[in-house]
């Protein structure tokens, strides 16, 4: 049996980093091959120094641990090579055909089944915060939390893809906007970052009625796409498929074109029916909107402001109680990167302020 769940909230970091893209793997050598262990930083400094979103947000945040309610509960273990900053002894791993390798073996699916367990047995009785990488490890939260709650849990996912369209559909598409997506064919493995939504529907982890998803820019238009074509016809129906099973959206252009969007909002949290609530914040939500630090930067996202009064909206109601939440895909290599406009990155400042308001933090 597992224990019931208390009011306390275990932070973690969950720093699985395996994208295959060739820019990713360059920024990886790059830092590897500008510093050695013995001068590395890792939880003070500038945002480069930085070993993963776990240390930058737990930075940010270091406040709210005077609380008894908030306890750092260190990290998945990842192997190094896997991580936003490796080893400098894995260097030679560091190549595009091993996180392909890795990806294709269904690497991601194993780690979600590792982080399964480590919530079961570090995390539980306590609430789940996830701060990570990867996003197809918030399969492993939910799988965990499943066995607690059963179908009366909602997950609530706030982010500029809609994580449920495998590659062989998304990727042909006109919208190629393809996350986790590298030129790999038609066969690809499953429960990735770009599709681990679907698995856990399949998988009957998380009942279709009760996926909540907030900020899509991917969303079809049937109205502006080109039906003739097979694959953007195809992507569509895939897509819109999950809305008539049940599936619940905010469109991005609905958040940016209605004045009346808090109103909306809460119509939209009033669909929940469960008693708990799970939410994953992407971090690309706001990405070129002051949040940089993020591995997918293909849509411009939401604006802060708009960021916080989502997390805040969601955090004051008591019509449900929170399981647990994870912030995910922050990219630390860009934390603090300085804008050709003067401006700065500020991922971390953003994703603490939505976490303080998630929370309900007025420190």
């Not at 252009?253 to 949290?269: G, Q, R, Y």
């Amino acid at each position: 049996m597992i224990k019931e769940s208390t009011d306390k909230i275990k932070f973690f970091g969950a720093a699985l980093d395996a994208l295959d893209a060739p820019e990713k793997v360059q920024l990886k050598i790059a830092y590897l091959n500008s510093r050695f262990p013995e001068n590395a930083k890792h939880n003070h400094g500038s945002g480069q120094d930085f070993c993963d979103p776990y240390d930058a947000l737990t930075f940010q945040l270091s406040d709210i641990f005077k609380s008894e309610k908030f306890t750092m509960a260190g990290r998945l273990p990842v192997e190094s090579w896997l991580r936003p900053k490796p080893e400098r002894t894995d260097l030679h791993l560091i190549a595009a055909q091993n996180f392909t390798r890795f990806i294709d073996g269904n690497g991601c699916r194993q780690h979600t089944n590792r982080l399964e367990e480590y919530i079961k047995e570090s995390i539980f009785p306590d609430k789940p915060a996830m701060l990570g990488v990867d996003h197809s490890l918030t399969g492993g939260v939910i799988r965990a939390l499943s066995t607690r709650y059963g179908s009366n849990l909602s997950l609530i996912v706030i982010d500029s893809h809609f994580d449920a369209i495998p590659a062989e559909i998304r990727h042909p598409a006109a919208l190629r906007h393809a996350p986790c997506i590298m030129q790999r064919g038609a066969e690809t493995a499953p429960c990735t970052c770009g599709d681990f939504l679907k698995c856990l529907i399949d998988e009957k982890f998380i009942e279709p009625q009760n996926l909540f998803v907030i900020g899509v820019s991917d969303y079809p238009d049937r109205e502006k796409l080109d039906m003739n074509d097979e694959n953007i016809k195809r992507y569509a129906e895939y897509y819109l498929d999950f809305e008539e099973r049940g599936v619940k959206f905010i469109k991005k252009i609905e958040i940016e074109v209605e004045n009346n969007f808090p109103a909306n909002l809460d119509k939209f949290l009033n669909q929940i029916k469960t008693d708990n609530i799970y939410v994953s914040f992407d971090a690309d939500i706001g990405a070129h909107r002051g949040i940089y630090a993020v591995r997918f930067l293909d849509r411009i996202g939401i604006e802060e402001d708009v960021i916080l009064k989502i997390g805040r909206s969601i955090g004051t109601r008591r019509q449900f109680a929170l399981a647990g939440f994870d912030v995910m895909e922050i990219d630390v290599h860009l934390l603090g990167l300085e804008l050709p406009d003067g401006s700065r990155d500020r991922t971390s400042e953003i994703c603490s302020g939505f976490i303080r308001n998630l929370l309900n933090i007025n420190l």
